[in-house]
């Protein structure tokens, strides 16, 4: 009897454990799969869509005559499996971005953005100076040196996009290129009614004086050059003169050098020395500016650019200047937890090299007991953060405050057919019949910390994991870009030229970055493991006339 009543003890003991267990929550993780939005069409766009799989942002370029309020997105193509929190196909108003986010385990918030830039003009005779513009409060300003505004001559007038458009005031039911001339009285600001996709805007049109004949917009000095901008009387002669500091003659800006847009015009002084002082002075006619006095840059050496100094804290080889002052970087903290490097100085220089060493990068499938992931040999600007499982953080950037035109260097390569494939670069489907590519990239920007998730020093942190940190080289904070991509071995040294596309050239960067790599989509943990790339001697330039064959 008591057996029989331990028996069943036992019984409901086990019950209640099976009744139990099947209310505690399951804790297996869900797989990770990031979801993209891989393709999209619309009606009425001047070009490719741009998907930033980083950004998680699709940017529709639209024709000047789309109407931005009525875009009509015709396919898209997510992720398989992934479902997205609304109809992304169909007409929508992208004034503002359209917001979807897609689902499959987690949750990846996307954007789609319209870009559109409608060309408008309202120029005058005797304008000095550039149209100021408010499209937000639909006004369009010129300035003129005289005052009698009642008979004012319109040279050109376009509020709206090309062909579509109708414009008209009070006393013209219909302004045309032909009848401009009615419209003539600007003593006090003219309306004009715009007519487009049967919407109507209300334009203000005005003409104020002004007695400044010329003046300057703003003078922008690099390091062996000088970007000038002024403002003077439209149709007159406009140009620059400079000198050093305290000289006596003045200097002659080759005209061929000066660029003219109505009263507005501007020029690249070149040939000047670092860190020297200059006067410039712009002229309309006989006119003079004020004298405006600049200081040239210093053209920073980049530490390091030859790749001789290395170091080896616990027997991991670094580019280091020394191990309390690094510049340079690479993955090879994280390969070596599996006992590989991917970056290493070796003494296979490039002719006529004055050093001792380049760096050699090789990809490498880094695993333990056949547990890994593919690591693309790589060195760049920075500092590898930390391992977080089989991925990995990096910080990419350093302190820079220049401006160089181009990165020079010497290379290397051997291109691999891809052997290893984890995920895919949006908008790409690769597979074991292509090879792979090597990638070499410069960016300067104004980056923190604070937006993009890294230190001080070097602000840009990327997570392998994680897509939406992967560096975006049309990101906001990107003042300068330029990259080589290697789609074939180069079997012997050669020489290469990165030149830098500047979006601005008023803006003083504050970090500096370069990027190496044998297998360019390493991040995705995709390349070859037969990748090689040999580099030596990088040096910055910073004299356009250089580049110059």
Known sequence: MKRLNRNLWRLASCVAAIFVSGCIENDIPYPVVVCNIESISARGLSGDPVIDAAGRCVKLPLLETTDIQAVEITGAVVTEGAEASREIVG???????????????QDYPWRIEAEQTIERSFTVAGQIGATEWDTA??????????RDHSSVE?????????????????????????????????????????????????????????????????VDPWSHSAWLYAQGLSGSELGFRYREAGAGEWTEVARESVTVDGGSFRAQLRGLRPESAYEVVAYSDGDLSAVETFTTEAALPLPNGGFEAWSKPKKIVYPYLTEDDAFWDS??????????????????????????????????F???????????????????AETVGTNGKVNFGRPFAAHPVALRGWLRYTQGRIDRIDKQPAGMTLTKEDFDQGSIYIALGTWTAAKYGGTEQSPVQIYTKDISTFFDKD???????????????VDEWREF?????????????????????????????????????????????????????
């Open 331 to 364: 993955g090879n903290k994280g390969s070596a937890t599996v006992g590989e490097t991917i970056c290493e100085g070796v003494s296979d220089i490039r002719p006529g090299s004055s050093g001792a060493f380049a760096a050699l990068l090789t990809s490498k």
């Open 137 to 146: 409060e639909h006004t369009a300003t010129v300035h003129v040196g005289f």
């Open 154 to 218: 319109v040279l050109s007038l376009k509020l709206g996009p090309e062909g579509i458009t109708t414009m008209s005031c009070a006393d013209v039911p219909e302004l045309t290129e032909d009848n401009l001339y009615r419209l003539h009285d600007f003593t006090a600001p003219r309306r004009i009614e715009v007519v487009c996709h049967g919407r109507t805007e209300i334009w203000w049109l005005s003409v104020e004086y002004t007695d400044v004949k010329v003046s300057w917009s703003h």
């Open 497 to 549: 030229t990165i030149e830098l596309d500047w979006r601005v050239t008023d803006v003083v960067p504050t970090h500096l970055m370069i990027v190496c790599s044998a297998s360019r989509w390493g991040d995705y943990f995709t390349g070859s493991t037969a990748s090689r790339m040999w580099l030596d001697d990088f040096e910055l330039i910073y004299d356009y006339d250089v580049l110059t064959p």
């Open 475 to 489: 990101g906001a904070d990107v003042v300068a870009y330029g990259e080589l991509i290697l789609t074939q071995s």
């Open 91 to 105: 007409v929508h108003d992208l004034r503002a971005p359209l917001y979807v986010t897609l689902s499959l385990y």
């Open 366 to 384: 880094a695993s333990l007991a056949g547990i890994g992931k593919f690591a693309a040999g790589n060195i760049f600007i920075g500092t590898y």
